[in-house]
Nanobody, 124 residues
Framework: QVRLVESGGALVQSGGSLRLSCAAS????????VAWFRQAPGKEREFVAA????????AYADTVKGRFTISRLNVKNTVYLQMNSLKAEDTAVYYC?????????????????WGQGTQVTVSS
């Protein structure tokens, strides 16, 4: 397992942008698949985006495709989520998660390391 710490959450107006960061501890970070999930009040946790070990493969939820971009910088042990054209419905706590397996990146149960979350609030 790796220790994950998210940052970058904030209050932003609709149409604005934010960049979230997920910093990981551990020397084998480049071996991990990393994903972002989010959970709004009263709703289930949902998949947002995932990136494989090298950054060569990514996956996105349909609701964020074309607006969000996931990337990683292994030398800094960090994964980023660039969020553009934010909408009120993007309001949630955003979590990053890590796993050694790239098989079902959409499923939260595939991930065994989780961060504490960072709040994103989009005002309409």
């Amino acid at each position: 397992q790796v220790r994950l710490v998210e940052s970058g959450g904030a209050l932003v107006q609709s149409g604005g942008s934010l960049r979230l960061s997920c910093a990981a501890s551990g020397r084998s970070f480049s071996s991990y698949v990393v994903a972002w999930f989010r959970q709004a009040p009263g709703k289930e946790r949902e998949f947002v985006a995932a990136i494989n070990w090298s950054g060569g493969s990514t996956a996105y939820a349909d609701t964020v495709k074309g607006r969000f971009t996931i990337s990683r910088l292994n030398v800094k042990n960090t994964v980023y989520l660039q969020m553009n054209s934010l909408k009120a419905e993007d309001t949630a706590v955003y979590y990053c998660a890590a796993t050694l397996i790239w098989e079902h990146p959409y499923y939260w149960s595939e991930y065994d390391s989780w961060g504490q979350g960072t709040q994103v609030t989009v005002s309409s």
